[in-house]
């Protein structure tokens, strides 16, 4: 068992803490809003930090799920960051959904400092956080991805080393283009379903079965159906991500005329007071009157 650390408690990083001080590591966590660090504490034991840096000093492994590009950085190389808290050959392993710029900025930074950076953002939702099932997919160096795998198991089913660093992120924006589109198309398709009234809910059991089948239209129609938009990622975080595949587009030349398309439907979504509302939502604007 391991001494670990983990920055940030929101929806993701509390349940993720909480499943490797489950699996018997010695988990001290760090929160920017004190009171959720002292909450995760009393519910799983272990201890919290003031800083990022006071959670990381002494500390195996490192981990991070925080909010975007700007936090990532505050808790690494701010101030009070983690990065200056790092002993020698410790790995840290950022789950955020960040830029690809950012990790191999960060890659940098602890290789100069002697330790290691592991970019990897997850794939699964707040369920997959809270039944210890998510996705992960990595970018950098096959040792410390080797350490880190294991310690990771506590709350993923799948970890992957895709590339160097940088290609955990890449291969996340892949997620997130292939899951805008899904979902637009699982939108239209049961839209449409309405407009020409059939009964939707037997449409779906019926081509679910076949080539139309995908984890949106399994665990999202029913709820689409009903129009209730609370169970699972925000339009706000998604739009976020989209951002960070569209402007890497922009870098390397890909082409995402869907995914562009898509996001201008969840900035409708937004206009509509869902911001809040989970990526299903596509389906509001579709059949608003």
Not at 99 to 124: C, K, N, T, W, Y
Request: charge should be negative.
């Amino acid at each position: 068992m391991s001494k670990v650390a983990f920055i940030g408690l929101g929806v993701m990083g509390y349940p993720m803490a909480g499943h490797l001080q489950k699996a018997g590591h010695e988990v001290t966590v760090y929160n920017r809003t004190q009171a959720k660090a002292a909450s995760w504490v009393k519910a799983h034991g272990g201890a919290s930090a003031r800083t990022p840096k006071e959670a990381a000093a002494g500390a195996e492994f490192v981990f991070a799920c925080v909010g975007n590009d700007d936090d990532l950085r505050e808790v690494t190389v701010g101030a009070e960051g983690a990065f200056h808290g790092m002993e020698k050959g410790a790995v840290f392993a950022d789950h955020t959904t960040a830029s690809a710029a950012v990790a191999r900025e960060l890659f940098a930074v602890a290789e100069a400092q002697g330790f290691s950076f592991i970019d990897a953002p997850v794939s699964g939702g707040q369920a997959g956080a809270e039944n210890g099932v998510l996705t992960v997919m990595a970018g950098g160096e096959v040792a410390a991805f080797e350490r880190a795998a294991p310690v990771i198991g506590a709350y993923a089913r799948m970890a992957r080393l895709i590339g160097p660093s940088g290609a955990g992120q890449l291969t996340k924006m892949v997620n997130q283009i292939c899951i805008a589109g899904l979902v637009e198309g699982l939108a239209e398709g049961l839209h449409f379903a309405k407009q020409a009234g059939l009964d939707a809910e037997a449409v779906i059991e019926t081509i679910s079965k076949g080539a139309a089948q995908s984890w949106q239209m399994e665990n999202r129609y029913k709820t689409m159906i009903e129009g209730k938009f609370d169970f699972g990622f925000a339009v706000d975080w998604m739009r976020k991500d989209l951002s960070i595949c569209l402007d890497e587009a922009r870098q390397n030349g890909a082409r995402l005329p869907v995914t562009a398309l898509v996001d201008q439907f969840y900035s409708e979504v937004q206009a509509m007071g869902g911001k809040r509302w989970d990526t299903s939502s596509l389906i509001a604007r579709l059949n608003k009157a």
